[in-house]
């Protein structure tokens, strides 16, 4: 699962979470500031409802595997 693909999620949950609108603000964000802030998105929020949904879709219904998913997403983003 790529970022960018559930961008809609991850816009959804900066407005709910942080009350940013990131299209309004992601050009003045510095790198570090947007993945401080990725990362400590709500585990009740629309990107953690993306990864519980891609995991459940792979039959892997363990929140062991959401924890792996989740790591493995925000991993794919560093290496950007």
């Known amino acids: 699962m790529k970022l960018l693909h559930i ?8 407005q709910r ?3 940013i609108d ?5 050009d003045h964000m ?3 500031k947007f993945m401080a802030l990725v990362n400590n998105l709500s585990p009740y929020g629309a990107v953690a409802a993306c990864i519980r949904a891609k ?4 039959g892997n219904n363990n929140p062991k595997n959401d924890e792996d998913a989740a790591n493995a997403l ?6 950007v």
């Open 22 to 26: 990131l299209v309004e603000q992601l």
């Open 30 to 32: 510095s790198w570090r």
């Open 55 to 58: 995991n459940e879709d792979n």
């Open 7 to 14: 961008w809609d999620a991850v816009e959804a949950d900066f």
């Open 17 to 19: 979470d942080y009350h």
């Open 74 to 79: 925000f991993s794919s983003i560093v290496a």
